[in-house]
């Protein structure tokens, strides 16, 4: 996989749209300071192509794919694999709860030579090739065809992140093991094997069928052959013979037929004539009509009397007034009376009303001259009482101490207040005063009352006065409609008459309906005395029809009766004539069928010597020998060709059963070399030493000639040559050796894959993020000539993060990350 172009928007630092063109930067670097995104560009990759980061900590992380506010995150990766290109996409999106879902992802399969600066021109998912996947299910098994790696195996061969450097060299035995699987494509021996196993399965199941038929194919040999040929001719003979004798068997058979059918047709007759039998009540049936229309015409008398009595009443009514208008008349006599007596009752009202409305005025005209004449005494008696302070103010003053409080004039204590003497005026003016109040208020509360009583009686009398008028104007109108009105005995009089006429109406109507209904009786009675009438005529002309062939008496249907009589006469005289004549066919029916059983009998025989079992139904009435025959042949025939066929299929079943043997043989014994716990694991076997060895020289460049890599039962060791020669494990080496053992396996694995696998697959980049800074000088100048060796070569992009300039400025394309506020962005430089 090689990456030759990432599209950014949205995705964690970088807000803003973002392209990074990798076409032909072979070697590269990603500078920058700390946090500014260097590790999410290689974080952009992994999330594109398997929709999660290493540092993210699995799918549930996919919610740190969103820069801080964005609703949408999209990432866009075209890259190269195994010479194809193909465009990965992701598409990120926040709901409007805050859940952060994909909401797009696809792989598609560039045309070939697709330039990949088109993707600027605003192109349709369509132009961008054929679609491998369009949902994030089916984007695990697309990517994984295109890359060859699996996402665990790519962060630990393609893309090595911070803190998974050494993961392929710490890796388990077995996981180390599958990853090289993968790699080398060494899955395709364990297909063939399978397959192998599937086709000697498969073969072996069609030659266990094989055996399976032939065993039922043990009856097709020549004498069997031989023995169905002389059946057939024999079958031929016996349609010869059969087809001589039925002519003689069809005549026989005809004669039989034409007795049977005679014999027949005298027993349908006898069965015709004696069902000639009359009814028991065509007697009474013929009564029943005329007494039915007798008293039908009774009925229609009685109707047309009841009809003319009804209509004199409604007359009579017609002429005897309006019961509507009368009532009204009536009504309105009522309704004066009771007006009247309301009038009369209202006015003796009225007249004490206005008695004890004047009165009321009266008592108030008093009420007003008593609250004057008081007010004019309160008044005197404030005077007086104003006179007598200024006589006496001392006095006065006396009337506002109080003992305990201050003096309002020396503000001393009182401690006492001096009686006020017995011959001051100011003790009777107020006195005089506090009279002359009561006096007031008194005559102030009887006025208000009297004034709220007369302007009671003064709208009572009101109401009452507007009542008495329309009262009045009600009678009057009333008078005016009673002027012309007999008087209400009258009116009561020609009411009772009405309903008089009424009722006997009801009964007229009554009557008539009965009438009715009387005659409609009738009539059905008459319908159904013609209806049995009709019915027995033609039961009567369904008899004779019946025996008409025959020759009957002609017949009167006026008296039915008499016609019965002479047709069940004639019917007994011809059943008797043909009782005689059934003996003699019934004779010749026996001898006909005698007749045609000998001859089918010499048929059947002919059957039976031929050896056909189904012989002895051939002579029977309604078969025909002749196909019984032909069908033997048929079936004879069809036996030879049955056995021929067997005898040619089972010497082709013995020849596939030779093919299918060696087919067999030939896949159970491929399947066999082909075992994973031989074949594959001597070629894994080999491929470890050969990336071993290649590791090693790598590390003994890094190191200085100190350290070299070996393998044992699949863990990695290290042998420290300035150390004698000692083999200890790769985990109890320090941060910086580590880096440069897992860089050399690294690079060796990269190196030779194309070289070891056996598929078109192989790790066309490598991209690291780890451990420059904890090199020395020494050894970072070998991992650059390292890495710049390895670049040249041309067959794979190498890429580093780092932050060591040293490093940095010996690589020919660099990527300048930088971040501000809002976004993070990237300038390439060289």
Not at 630 to 647: I, S
Request: some cysteine; proline content about 3%.
């Amino acid at each position: 996989m090689r990456p030759l172009r990432l599209d950014l928007a949205g995705f964690t630092v970088f807000r803003e749209p973002t392209t990074i063109d990798f076409t032909d930067a072979d070697f590269f670097a990603l500078v920058g300071p700390t946090g500014s995104g260097k590790s999410t560009v290689l974080d952009a990759i992994c999330f594109a192509l398997y929709g999660t980061v290493p540092r993210w900590g699995g799918v549930r992380g996919i919610a740190n794919a969103l820069a801080p506010s964005a609703v949408e995150a999209r990432v866009r990766l075209v890259f190269d694999s195994a010479g194809s290109r193909y465009v990965a996409t992701r598409v990120v999106r926040r709901d409007s709860r805050g859940n952060v879902k994909t909401g797009n992802a696809g792989l598609q399969r560039m045309p070939d030579g697709f330039d990949v600066t088109k993707l600027d021109t605003g192109m349709s998912p369509e132009d961008l090739g054929e679609a491998l996947a369009g949902t994030p299910a089916d984007m695990e098994a697309a990517v994984l065809t295109a890359v060859g790696l699996p996402y665990e195996q790519f962060t630990s061969c393609v893309v090595l992140p911070q803190g998974q450097f050494a993961d392929f060299l710490h890796a388990k035995p077995a996981t180390r093991q599958q990853i090289l699987v993968n790699l080398l494509g060494l899955g395709v021996y364990e297909r063939v094997q399978q397959a192998a196993t599937g086709r000697a399965v498969g073969a072996e199941a069609q030659l266990a069928a094989v055996n399976q038929v032939l065993q039922g194919l043990t009856d097709a040999d020549e004498e069997t052959l031989t023995a169905a040929t002389e059946h057939v001719d024999a079958m031929h003979r016996l349609a010869d013979d059969v087809r001589a004798a039925v002519p003689e068997l069809e005549r026989a058979r005809a004669a039989a037929d034409a007795a049977a059918a005679r014999l027949t047709a005298l027993d349908g007759e006898l069965a015709e004539l004696d069902r000639i039998h009359p009814p028991a009540d065509v007697a009474a049936v013929a009564r029943a009509v005329t007494d039915a229309r007798a008293v039908a015409a009774e009925t229609v008398a009685a109707v047309t009397l009841a009809e003319e009595r009804e209509e004199k009443v409604r007359g009579e009514l017609a002429s005897a007034g309006d019961p509507t208008l009368l009532r009204l008349l009536l009504q309105a006599h009522t309704e004066r009376d009771r007006v009247a007596a309301e009038a009369e009752a209202l006015g003796s009202g009225l007249t004490s009303a206005e008695v004890d409305h004047t009165a009321a005025l009266a008592a108030l005209d008093r009420a007003r001259a008593d609250a004057e004449r008081a007010a004019l005494e309160l008044e005197a008696a404030r005077k007086a009482y104003q006179e007598a302070q200024t006589a006496d103010r001392a006095a006065a003053l006396r009337g506002h101490l109080t003992a305990g409080a201050p003096c309002p004039v020396c503000e001393q204590e009182v401690h006492v207040v001096p009686a006020v003497p017995a011959g001051s005026a100011v003790t009777a003016a107020e006195a005089a005063g506090h009279t002359a109040r009561t006096t007031a208020d008194a005559a102030a509360k009887v006025l208000t009352e009297r004034e709220r009583a007369a302007r009671a009686l003064e709208r009572d009398l009101d109401r009452a006065r507007a009542r008495h008028d329309q009262l009045a104007a009600a009678l009057s109108e009333l008078d005016a409609r009673l002027v012309d009105s007999p008087g209400p005995a009258a009116l009561r009089r020609e009411l009772a008459t009405l309903d008089k006429l009424r009722g006997q109406l009801d009964q007229a109507g009554t009557a008539v309906r009965t009438a009715r209904e009387s005659s409609r009786r009738a009539r059905t009675g008459v319908e159904a005395a013609e209806e049995r009438v009709r019915l027995a005529g033609r039961e009567f002309d369904t008899a004779r029809d019946r025996i008409a062939r025959l020759g009957p008496p002609a017949a009167d249907r006026d008296d039915l009766a008499a016609a019965w009589e002479v047709l069940r006469d004639w019917a007994r005289r011809e059943a008797d004539r043909r009782r005689a004549d059934r003996v003699d066919a019934a004779s010749a029916v026996a001898e006909a069928r005698a007749a045609a059983d000998t001859v089918a009998a010499g048929i059947t025989a002919l059957f039976t010597a031929a050896g056909v079992p189904a012989g002895s139904e051939t002579g029977r009435s309604g078969t025909d020998p002749v196909a019984a025959a032909a069908v033997a042949v048929v079936a004879a025939e069809a036996e030879q060709r049955r056995l021929a066929q067997r005898r040619e299929q089972a010497e082709q079943l013995l020849q596939k059963r030779v093919e299918h043997e060696r087919a067999a043989r030939t896949a159970r014994s491929l399947a066999g070399h082909l075992r994973a716990n031989n074949f594959e694991r001597w070629l894994l076997a080999e491929a470890l030493d050969l990336l071993v060895d290649g590791a090693s020289r790598i590390l003994r460049e890094l190191t200085g000639g100190q350290y070299e890599l070996t393998h044992d039962k699949g863990e990695f060791y290290v042998v420290d040559q300035h150390d004698a020669g000692l083999r200890r494990g790769v985990r109890t080496l320090s941060g910086g050796e580590t880096f440069q053992a897992s860089l050399a396996l690294a690079l060796a694995l990269s190196e030779q894959l194309a070289g070891l696998s056996t598929t078109t697959a192989s790790l066309e980049s490598i991209l690291l993020d780890e451990g420059f800074g904890t090199l020395d000088v020494a050894t970072l100048d070998t991992v650059a000539a390292t890495l710049e060796t390895l670049a040249a070569r041309g067959d794979r992009m190498v890429g580093v993060v780092t932050h060591v300039p040293a490093l940095a400025e010996r690589v020919p394309v660099r990527y300048e990350v930088s971040k501000d506020a809002r976004t993070a962005r990237v300038e390439r430089i060289g």
